[in-house]
């Protein structure tokens, strides 16, 4: 229990470093940043590989290259629903 708990903090964290570095705020707040530092390691994991130190299950390095990567296509795709509407 207190592994999972100590995963979605990490997640929420790296999410939040995502948007912060992009300066861009991600939708859906806290829920928003673990999904975001989900997918970013996902992401990072397939592109960079298990590079740099692991905490929370997630190799930090290519978590945050890779949520950051997620959130600038997030963004492109959220302005372009925006100027479609």
Known sequence: MLSLLWTLIVG??????AGAILGKD???GIIGNIVVGFIGAW????????LGPDIGGFA????IIGAVIF?????LVLRGMR???
């Not at 929420?12 to 470093?17: A, K, T």
């Not at 959130?71 to 963004?75: I, R």
Request: charged share 5%; aromatic share 10%.
């Open 12 to 17: 929420g964290i790296i999410g939040w470093i």
């Open 26 to 28: 991600v939708p859906f």
């Open 43 to 50: 992401l990072g994991g397939l592109v960079l590989g298990n």
């Open 60 to 63: 930090i390095i290519p978590a």
């Open 71 to 75: 959130v600038f296509l997030l963004s």
């Open 83 to 85: 100027k479609a509407s």
